[in-house]
Structures are given as C-alpha cells and as structure tokens.
C-alpha cells in the first residue's frame, strides 16, 4: 500500500513536471518518507498549476461547492442564509474605472461630534449585548525585527516593554469592563508559529483574559515556486510552504471551528486587525457604531497617505461593472496612473489608504465559505533558503521564488454596503513592520509615547517637549488605566508629574 502510493504521488507530480521534489527520496528514513508524502499530498497542485499559469485576477465562486445562480445557499443547520455573493470585478483598474469613495471624515463640527458620540452608543450597546468579537492576525514572525519568535510577542513598550499580545489583550480586557461582559478574542497563527504563540499566551495567563473567551487557530499554507513554476526543496523531506495571506482568515475560521464558536456564541460582527499595529483600538465602539447603522457586511478604517507611494492599500470605488462598490488596491498592484493622479490643487486624487482594521459581520463571513468564494492569490518575489542539487542549503541574496498570499481586503469587493471611517494617523496607525527606519520600532515607541504624553497634557499635566515639539523621554499608560484622554483625566491622581519613564 505505502509503495503504491509513492508511486502514484510520483506520477501525479511527473505530470506536474514536479518530479524533481523526490531528488533524494532514496537517502530518506521511512519516518521521513511518510512525511514528506502527507506534505506533498496536502497540496492542492491544481490551484498551484493554475497560480503558476494564470493567476486568477479576482474573487472566484466555485462551481463545485458554491450555489447556483440566483439559489440561496443552505446553511449547515438546514436553515437558510441570503443569496450568493457576485464576484467582484477583476484586476487592478485603471483611472477611468474607478471614482472616489465616500469617507466619513474626521469630526469638524458639533453635528459631526453628535454623530460619533451615538455611533459610539450604538457600538458599545452591541458590545453589552455580548455580539462583538475580536479578531487579530498574527501569523507573522520577528525576523525582520531581529526577533526570535512570533511577532506578537515582541516588546513594544516604550518603558515596560509590554508585548504587543499583552498591549492588546489589555485592550481587550479593559473594553470587556465596560461592556460588563466579556469580548471573546479570535487569534489567526500559522504552522511556524501556533505553538509559541499558545505558549506564550499560556505562560502569561492570557494576560487576565478568561482561556475560555481566547481562540487560538492557524491559517492555511501555501507552497512557493521559482519563477519558472517549481516547487522549492528547504530540506530533503519538505517542500518549502508559507502562511497562504490574511485573506485565509475565513476559510480558516471555518475549518478551524472559530465560526460554529461565533455563531453559537451569538457574536454578529468582527472587530478584525493586526497585531504589529499597537495603536490600534479594540475595539472601537465608534467604528463598529457607523458599520452597523450602514447595515454594512465590511467596513474599513483609512487615513490619508503621506505619499503617493506610501506603502499601504488604496481605497477606491470601482465604477461599472463593481457599480459602485468599495475596493481596496494593494500598494504592489495600483497602476502608477492611478497612484500618482492628482487634482487641479495638486492634492491625490485617491488619498484613501487602508490600515487593515475592519469591521466584519459574521453573516459576511459565513456567506463567503458557504459560497465557496475562493479571494485571489497575489504573487510576492521573496528570497527563499533552498537545497541545491548537491543537497547544500543556499540562502539567497536575491528573491529567487514566488508566495502566493490572498488580502483579507480583497472580500471588500463582494460587500453590497461597505463604510470608510477616517481616523488620525497620530491615535491609530503605527506598524511595526520594519526593524529601523520608517514604520519601525523605534517609530512605533514613539509614538506610544507621543500618544500618552497628549493624553497627559488633556488631562492637565504639563508635558516636557523638545524644540522639535516631541515629547522629551518615554511614558507609557497601560490600557487597564485609560484607554483616552478622557478616561485618563479621571483616572489619573492629582499629584501626577511627567517625568521619562514615567508609568501609569
């Protein structure tokens, strides 16, 4: 039985012209063997033929699992949800394509105050009423950080070096407070990192959060290619695979059994984000206040780029055959036409850059795995470690293969009703993604920090400040104290000075 089906596997993968991947099946252990045959069967080489011809351009409906057109789909429990969502327009537009999203805009006047503050009531009744969760993917490592471990375990602290798990478990806890119940936390690894991370948040009592309202899943893996289509060898019983993108997060929530826990759970929209953004609210009532009232399935946070080039997603509007609907372009894949164009005042004419927060109903979610709507798979060039024919590891200098990543954002395109939210870059947007330089630690301390220290001022506290305006030294508040200015002010004891290292 084990020969024939190495030899079945063989011949499948000859047919693939990916015969090479058994160059050293005879120097393998039976251990290996077997191992490595599980990998090879976990692929699904048609997908991986296919992203290697043509790569699909847009969200796709499957013709074997999603439903009919113009038939709704049945739902596991035989109940019945809405009808199958259209697949959104494909490829990245062009100018004439697409048009200017509408924005809700940072608050100006005292109507646009009113209009936050019952968006806010709206949210925080929804989490009273025990419907919000959370949902962070952190599948990532701290390699590029010079961190050995999963990145949500890296200290971002300005002072206390606080992990960014502990930073935003804090938030979570804190908003749990105030809803008088608590928010479960949805947590999207990957293979490389699921078992630290389960560790970490173990050893750390899940940082006051009940395990019960903690569930941890990992996302799907994808094999790279080099440019010419084949697999890559990183040892000789293991193709080289990485995480298959955010964008994995709803089948995962699916196969993983986080969606049956949402829906039993009686929870009906995600607060979704990232975990190297420590700026981040969790959540916000505000934002999830206008998502709903919309009616939306996915809503998005944007800001304003500080560059055409800024290297986050645009938010457009795609015309047409999208009629209307949100979008948002990958900074990787916007034609430069459509970057670069400005208005007659020489500001952008697509301004809109997404940070990867949204809101998401679980219905949305539930309609897209249903539906067997697959996202699209984008190509990355990355520098891939590989053995060569004489079976010596070799670490490239040069990007020498292909991932394939879906985006969560992509899934914006099939909502029929999508809200944009502006919010201020200083309060809510500071990745870390790279380990000097723009959007690197050091930026992301600082403006911790920056962040704090305003809320100090507001609060009546003078604050030290350099000639540049900065503030001079590090502070940190911890989310359990204040997660606002507002909320720190009466919190905060009277005697309080500033001082650098100061913590609350």
Request: charged letters at 25%.
């Amino acid at each position: 039985m084990a020969r024939r089906r190495t030899e079945n596997l063989k011949a499948r993968l000859q047919m693939r012209a990916q015969g090479h991947v058994f160059r050293y099946w005879d120097e393998l252990s039976d251990e290996s063997r077997k191992k490595f045959l599980d990998q090879l069967e976990s692929f699904d080489m048609d997908l991986v033929a296919g992203l290697v011809g043509a790569q699909p351009a847009g969200p796709q409906v499957s013709e074997a699992t999603g439903p009919a057109d113009g038939a709704a789909a049945t739902a596991p429990d035989g109940g019945r949800t809405e009808a199958p969502l259209a697949a959104a327009p494909a490829g990245a537009p062009g100018p004439g394509e697409i048009g200017e999203p509408e924005v809700i805009a940072l608050p100006t006047t005292a109507e646009d105050h009113a209009r936050r503050e019952d968006a806010a009531e709206r949210g925080l009744a929804a989490m009273r009423a025990g419907r919000v969760a959370a949902l962070v993917v952190a599948g990532g490592q701290g390699t590029r950080l010079g961190f050995d471990g999963p990145k949500g375990c890296f200290p971002i602290g300005p002072v206390t070096n606080r992990s960014l798990f502990k930073l935003h478990a804090e938030k979570i806890l804190a908003a749990s407070r105030r809803a008088g119940r608590p928010i479960p936390w949805y947590i999207m690894t990957s293979e490389a990192n699921e078992r630290a991370t389960r560790d970490f948040l173990r050893g750390n009592d899940y940082f006051g959060l009940d395990p019960e309202d903690v569930f941890i899943f990992r996302q799907g893996m994808m094999p790279a290619v080099t440019p010419e289509g084949k697999l890559i060898l990183e040892d000789k019983d293991r193709v080289f695979t990485a995480p298959n993108g955010h964008g994995g997060v709803f089948r995962a929530l699916a196969d993983s059994g986080a969606l049956d826990d949402l829906v039993s759970r009686g929870i009906e929209e995600l607060y979704y984000f990232q975990v190297d953004n420590p700026l981040v609210p969790v959540p916000d009532p505000v934002f999830l206040g206008f998502h709903m009232v919309a009616g939306a399935q996915m809503s998005s946070k944007v800001l304003r780029k500080r560059a055409a080039d800024e290297p986050i997603g645009t938010l457009v509007k795609r015309l047409a055959e999208g009629g209307g609907r949100v979008e948002v372009v990958e900074y990787s894949d916007i034609p430069p036409e459509v970057e670069n164009a400005r208005l007659p005042d020489g500001q952008l004419r697509w301004p809109w850059g997404s940070i990867a927060i949204h809101a998401i109903s679980v219905a949305f979610a539930r309609r897209i795995v249903e539906g067997g709507v697959a996202l699209p798979f984008h190509r990355a060039k990355k520098k891939i470690p590989y053995l060569d024919e004489q079976g010596q590891k070799v670490t490239p200098v040069e990007p020498n293969g292909v991932k394939f990543e879906m985006f969560v954002f992509d899934a914006l395109g099939l909502a029929e009703r999508s809200v944009a939210l502006e919010v201020d870059r200083q309060s809510e947007f500071a990745p870390v993604k790279n380990a000097e330089g723009a959007d690197s630690v050091l930026t992301a301390r600082r403006a911790l920090s920056e962040l704090y220290a305003g809320w100090l001022q507001a609060a009546g506290v003078e604050v030290a400040r350099e000639a540049d305006g900065s503030v001079a030294g590090a502070v940190e508040i911890s989310p359990l104290v204040a997660d606002s200015a507002a909320a720190l002010k009466a919190a905060l004891p009277p005697e309080t000075r500033f001082r650098d290292g100061l913590v609350i």
